[in-house]
């Protein structure tokens, strides 16, 4: 028997998103299903779920959390297209805010309770439909308390043989809290140490959970060689070194049937890797519709991101023209840092013909920027991987990234001598090399244009699904196995 999972985690898209966390489990538990694991997905019912078919449990769950017991209401539906249940605790006090972690420009100032109540759920939720796993996943800091509960509060249950793994998508973000709410989460008091959840004082979730979790995971493996230094370890470097060999780095998969150039619903025409004509139609469509210059002959440059450090935001923002002045045109869809939305707006309003900016989250223009451009920038600081660079690959759309983390393990640099590559990367993060970079991107689509295609049609044939991490994780789990019980079975 394959183990059993239960992802604990606090976005599974299409019901809650805001980035590539959101991906993650929205199409993993698929792949870890289709190999024969009996796998479930756990998170909260927000009030902003996307709209979907659920129905709600007659019983409510009771999750020991304060100065009591909190009751929430237990939905449950399926990933779609799928048999893989999911299942959201409802409770309006902690999750009926129209957010996910924090208000807009603000900041919720008891997400650790908020999200205790989802990971001491998922324990609850387990009980409650008589599911014993063999593990429980979690992901970041929201579900990071799960490990930590499996070693406490959970000792001497019938849970507590389940071993835990903690996949890290992203670093930068830590769950800090004040210690004067942790008596909120029952964490035991002990906990509250450097070798545990303490942190300058403060109680930091994820690290809780690095130090609890059986496994360890990370989203590709050069990011997990990364995050053991002190230039990518966001102060937990040498926790991560001290765990280096519980410590694996899976590269993610994409969803190859939402983004698939070949059927994809929110374009104006298909394309594969042996015919590109759909691909010029997309192009000038994305042009008449942001009212961009209609030219074939003027090389698109994308971006589809979230606007902050992590991006590069800044640098692009800060190159738009020189970038233009390279011949190009560009085009921008994100949110995020006000100061890097406020030089792409300006910059929109004066370069009409050359450059859009869209400052919002919009799915359907996501997938026509990646269809209708040439080339996709990401000169990211850091990326645990990113996935906007499969897809652009998978579009035919170059990407042009920056040498760190998942991208460096998925693009394969541009050499004009021998035909090879995927994409163009950058090592250095400035304007005068993103520039520098672009223009040679660009020259080889004008002037070396079968080695382009060359490159696009490896790139559109990469093998992206989910399937190689599936088995991967199926791996981990028996890793993690054999170390909690001492044995896999
Ligand atoms: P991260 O999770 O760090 O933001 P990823 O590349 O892993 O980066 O995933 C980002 C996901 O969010 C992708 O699915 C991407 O298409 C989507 N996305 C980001 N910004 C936007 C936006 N403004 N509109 C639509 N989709 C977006
Ligand atoms: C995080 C990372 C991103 C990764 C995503 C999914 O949001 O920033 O690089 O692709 O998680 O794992």
Not at 112 to 138: C, E, K, Q
Not at 371 to 395: I, V
Request: charge should be neutral.
């Amino acid at each position: 028997m394959l183990p059993s999972v239960l992802f604990v985690a606090s976005e599974c898209a299409p019901f809650a998103k805001t980035g590539g966390l959101g991906d993650v489990v929205g199409a993993l538990p698929i792949a870890l299903a289709a190999r024969g694991h009996d796998v479930r997905v756990v998170l909260p019912k927000y009030d902003i779920l996307k709209p979907a078919q659920m129905w709600r449990h007659p019983e409510a769950l009771a999750v020991p959390l304060g100065a009591g017991i909190a009751w929430c209401a237990v939905w449950e539906s399926r990933l779609p297209g799928s048999e893989v249940p999911v299942y959201f605790l409802e409770h309006d006090a902690l999750f009926g805010r129209g957010y996910l972690y924090d208000p807009p420009k603000g900041h919720a100032a008891d997400n650790m309770v908020r999200f205790a109540m989802l990971s001491r759920g998922a324990f609850a939720l387990a009980r409650h439909l008589n599911f014993t796993p063999d593990i429980f996943h979690s992901h970041d800091w929201p579900s990071a308390l799960v490990p930590v509960y499996a070693n406490t509060t959970e000792r001497g249950t019938a849970l507590a043989g389940a071993a835990t793994v903690l996949t890290i998508h992203n670093l930068a973000h830590q769950g800090i809290s004040p210690e004067a709410d942790l008596w909120r989460t029952h964490v035991p008091r002990e906990c509250f140490r450097e070798d545990g959840l303490e942190d300058h004082g403060n109680v930091n979730l994820l690290k809780g959970g690095l130090y609890h979790a059986t496994m360890l995971t990370t989203v590709s493996p050069r990011y997990a060689e990364e995050i053991r230094t002190p230039e990518h370890g966001a102060g937990l470097e040498n926790l991560l070194r001290f765990r280096a060999g519980d410590l694996v780095g899976v590269l993610n998969g994409i969803d190859t049937r939402a983004w698939d150039p070949a059927k994809d619903v929110y374009l104006p025409a298909h394309y594969d890797a042996q015919d590109l004509s759909g691909k010029v139609v997309c192009k000038r469509a994305l042009q008449e519709e942001l009212g961009l210059a209609v030219r074939e002959d003027v090389p698109l440059l994308g971006v589809v991101t979230r606007l902050g450090p992590q991006k590069g935001t800044d640098i692009i923002a800060a190159a738009v023209p020189q970038l233009l002045g390279l011949g190009a045109q560009l085009v921008v869809l994100g949110s995020g840092d006000s100061r890097t939305e406020e030089t792409f707006r300006y910059y929109s309003a004066q370069s009409p013909g050359g450059f859009r900016a869209k400052i919002g989250f919009d799915e359907r223009l996501a997938h026509r920027i990646e269809a209708a451009s040439d080339l996709f920038l990401m000169p990211s600081r850091f990326e645990p991987c990113g996935l906007n660079q499969m897809y652009s690959m998978r579009y035919g759309t170059l990407p042009l990234v920056r040498a760190t983390g998942g991208l460096d393990d998925t693009v394969q640099q541009c050499d004009e001598r021998t035909g090879e590559g995927t994409g163009f990367k950058l090592h250095d993060l400035s304007v005068s090399s993103l520039v520098e970079t672009a223009r040679w991107a660009v020259r080889v689509w004008r002037e070396n244009r079968p080695h382009f295609r060359t490159m696009q049609y490896r790139a559109m044939r990469q093998d992206f699904g989910w399937e190689r991490a599936a088995k991967r994780y199926g791996e981990v789990y028996r890793w993690a196995l054999e170390r909690r019980r001492g044995h896999s079975a």
